[in-house]
């Protein structure tokens, strides 16, 4: 006896084929979207490569994609004016400029862990206190 649906058959494959247009549009390559995940992570842990995943045709049309080039960008920003902040306080203010830099290098890397969070698990939240900036339109 043959099954009537083809859900009972468990055939993917036809499942895909026979479905409207709007919904094939709708279902994920899980290889694009690990492509992005992996993109947005390494750009929060190396912010000086926010703009991978902007040179390919497909992922730079991405919202998502687009929003954590955006956030790598101003934590790129913000690195670097911690570090120019850096040499400055260090040489006018020695003790105090030191203590001063160390809590701010504390909290860059938690800004990087906190973006690394939220692109690894797909969500676009902005970053605490810099976050809410547009750079990339």
Do not use: C
Request: net charge neutral.
């Amino acid at each position: 006896m043959e099954p009537e649906n083809k859900s009972e058959t468990g055939s993917v494959e036809g499942d895909v084929e026979n479905t409207p247009k709007e919904t094939k549009e709708a279902v994920t390559n899980p290889v694009e979207t690990s492509t992005k995940l992996s993109f947005s992570v390494i750009g929060y842990i190396l912010p000086f490569l926010f703009f991978l995943p902007l040179l390919d045709d497909k992922t730079k049309r991405d919202p998502a994609v687009r929003f954590h080039a955006n956030q790598q960008l101003i934590l790129l920003i913000v690195i670097g004016s911690v570090y120019l902040l850096h040499t400055t306080i260090l040489v006018v203010l020695s003790t105090f400029g030191y203590f001063v830099i160390q809590l701010l290098s504390v909290s860059v890397i938690i800004l990087i862990a906190i973006g690394a969070y939220n692109a690894q698990k797909g969500k676009m939240s902005e970053l605490p206190f810099v976050g809410q900036f547009r750079i990339l339109k």
